[in-house]
T-cell receptor
């Protein structure tokens, strides 16, 4: 079966510091990968998605970037964190390929980031 | 473009009572619809999905949802609430695949409280 791992679970970082959040998927190959952010009291906002190694699409302009160095690894980064980057970050995957057009997303347990 | 509106950011019911969480969607293409549940500090777990088969969809934990095209609704129900149902619930709609990626648009969420 497929599993998705995110780490760390919680992170407290000062303003201006760098960020690296990692997500890996096991049990599947060539998945679609996604980063969502959930701000307090708000819904989920899609930040980035990737359909393959090195292929990153950004949904909103922001202080963050994403990379996919390996098939099942997705990294969310920032060079200098802002206070507004605080939130709950969720990684998700969905199967890629014909016949999967109605597949749901499967989420990791999230990383709670607090920028101080 | 796709959008989701969840009516009521907070819903409170008594244990054993009917649970009704409302979701209305807007979609330019035949929609795929999903309900997710989120427990505190955890990721999202899929409850059920509508993928153009039966309009009444049964999910996990006794939940079900009915797709009504004429009302553009996909309300979530459970006949008898249990204390363990206390969580936040998200309705989501998918749009056309973008390079094979399943981009879900989420509602703002409804926090369900169960009173003993």
């Amino acid at each position: 079966s497929q599993t998705i791992h995110q780490w760390p679970a919680t992170l407290v970082q000062p303003v201006g510091s760098p960020l690296s959040l990692e997500c890996t998927v096991e049990g599947t190959s060539n998945p679609n990968l996604y980063w969502y952010r959930q701000a307090a009291g708000r819904g989920l906002q899609l930040l980035f998605y990737s359909v393959g190694i090195g292929q990153i699409s950004s949904e909103v302009p922001q202080n963050l970037s994403a990379s996919r160095p390996q098939d099942r690894q997705f990294i969310l980064s920032s060079k200098k964190l802002l206070l507004s980057d605080s939130g709950f970050y969720l990684c998700a995957w969905s199967p890629n390929g014909p016949g999967y057009h109605n597949s749901p997303l499967h989420f990791g347990n999230g990383t709670r980031l607090t920028v101080t | 473009a796709q959008s989701v509106t969840q009516l009521g950011s907070h819903v409170s019911v008594s244990e054993g009572a009917l649970v009704l969480l409302r979701c209305n969607y807007s979609s330019s293409v035949p929609p795929y619809l999903f309900w997710y549940v989120q427990y505190p500090n955890q990721g999202l777990q899929l409850l059920l999905k509508y993928t153009s088969a039966a309009t009444l969809v049964k999910g996990i934990n006794g939940f079900e949802a009915e797709f009504k095209k004429s009302e553009t609704s996909f309300h979530l129900t459970k006949p008898s609430a249990h204390m363990s149902d206390a969580a936040e619930y998200f309705c989501a709609v998918s749009g056309p695949l973008i390079q094979g990626a399943q981009k879900l648009v989420f509602g703002q969420g409804t926090r369900l409280t169960i009173n003993p």
